[in-house]
């Protein structure tokens, strides 16, 4: 599976994207991305965008990533 996948952009996932626009207030690219991701079926929704992506958005839970744990698997050291 690759990181990256090309989506086409259609009908459907278009007028989601006008519906989400409208309902959450977003610009019409923010809404473009964040139904393409639902229309994909993601669960989450990654940004750092805070003032376009409240947690006012019910359709996809919205994170954060200063908000995410990441575990490095590095071992501290006093050599490094």
């Not at 908000?67 to 590095?74: A, K, N, R, S």
Request: charged share 20%; proline share 1%.
């Amino acid at each position: 599976m690759s990181r990256i996948d090309l989506i086409a952009y259609d009908q459907f996932t278009a007028l989601m994207a006008l519906v989400l626009a409208v309902k959450y207030g977003l610009k019409s690219v923010d809404a473009t991305y964040l139904a393409s991701a639902i229309a994909t079926g993601a669960d989450r929704f990654l940004t750092n965008n805070r003032k376009d992506f409240s947690r006012n958005i019910r359709e996809v839970e919205i994170v954060y990533p200063n908000e995410l744990i990441v575990d490095t698997g590095l071992v501290q050291s006093s050599t490094l």
